[in-house]
């Protein structure tokens, strides 16, 4: 408790202090009980997760998002997927699209009738220049939801730059 304390007065440095103490503590607790150990120890990184998702340090959001879903059957899986999805724009935002494709190819391996993760791909596709996949990609996304567009409102980039190159109605 006193690591979401800390984190609720946004000491970022103390919540995570503690919060890996509470592992540490976990592990030597239930060193005779993995599966409890593991469960246990997921809590916590969630709240780590959450902590860097908070802070805009999604790899190691990534990172502990991950873990807690390995120990826990994917049951965070609406917690990871947003992070992905930040991690992928991070990374082409500093031109790293490998990586960003990467990881926003996580997120649609998750959830592959996600549209918007789709998008996200294609948005990353097209800052890397590669106009031709991010144009199959947005296909996918109308696969995904063919009214994507109103219901985004016409707010996402892939649809506007592939309008604006009249490659798209």
Request: include cysteine.
């Amino acid at each position: 408790k006193a690591g979401i304390w800390c984190y609720e007065m946004e000491q970022y440095d103390k919540a995570e202090a503690l919060y890996q103490n509470a592992i540490t503590c976990y592990q030597l607790l239930y060193q005779d009980d993995k599966d409890m150990m593991e469960k246990v120890c997921a809590g916590v990184e969630i709240n780590l997760g959450i902590l860097h998702y908070d802070q805009k340090q999604y790899e190691k959001c990534v990172y502990y998002f991950e873990r807690a879903n390995l120990a826990l059957n994917g049951k965070y899986n609406d917690y990871l997927l947003p992070a992905l999805n930040s991690l992928a724009y991070q990374f082409a935002e500093d031109s790293n699209y490998d990586d960003a494709i990467a990881a926003i190819d996580k997120a649609i391996k998750i959830k592959p009738t996600e549209a918007n993760y789709y998008d996200t791909k294609g948005e990353i596709l097209m800052m890397k220049g590669d106009v031709q996949k991010a144009l199959l990609v947005w296909k996918k996304v109308l696969e995904c939801n063919p009214n994507f567009v109103s219901d985004t409102k016409g707010r996402s980039e892939l649809y506007k730059k592939l309008k604006e190159q009249k490659l798209i109605e």
